[in-house]
């Protein structure tokens, strides 16, 4: 099991439809991050918080909105999808802030999203 | 040229081998480097962390990193079938710029 807990492991929504992916961490971590990985490829990043502040936008689409409540909660509001944004979501989290890369990324399982 | 090149096989060996899986990159400003080993539909795994050059062992796994030649290789012994995942690359330069993946080299180990 990882330290970083993702809810749901599986969503299936359709293009009208408005839901979220929760990310938490208890490591004291001051970084979180939110990656697309398609299968075969790599992760991509799309958000970096650092310190409860969103840092990085990789010129996401704004049907992806990325929320921080608290520095051990992230969570991604998804609303008018697309098929091709099916993927699985990637949270991670690292203990020092983004800008100091000293600290590995830690992942979650992921949630794997369907989009119809 | 790609920033990190790496072959994504697949790679496939018999138990008890040893593994030798590489990447090499073009950026030498980067200093900081990871190996993730990622099984099927869960999230990648950090297996090694590394500063710089030289090499650095955990069990069966050694990383060594070779800044000259700006190559990084992830040695596996004493392969195992449960070995059988993907393994990604990672690095970054340490300055805030985002972790540069390489694209991965599935391994399968057979019994």
Known sequence: ?116 | QKEVEQDPGPLSVPEGAIVSLNCTYSNSAFQYFMWYRQYSRKGPELLMYTYSSGNKEDGRFTAQVDKSSKYISLFIRDSQPSDSATYLCAMSDGAGTALIFGKGTTLSVSS
């Open chain 1, 1 to 116: 099991d990882t330290e970083v807990t993702q809810t749901p492991k599986h969503l299936v929504m359709g293009m009208t439809n408005k839901k979220s992916l929760k990310c938490e961490q208890h490591m004291g971590h001051r970084a979180m991050y939110w990656y697309k990985q398609k299968a075969k490829k790599p992760p991509e990043l799309m958000f970096v918080y650092s310190y409860e502040k969103l840092s990085i936008n990789e010129s996401v689409p704004s049907r992806f909105s990325p929320e921080c409540p608290n520095s051990s909660l992230l969570n991604l509001h998804l609303h008018a999808l697309q098929p091709e944004d099916s993927a699985l979501y990637l949270c991670a989290s690292s203990q020092d802030s983004f800008s100091s890369y000293n600290s590995p990324l830690h992942f979650g399982n992921g949630t794997r999203l369907t989009v119809t």
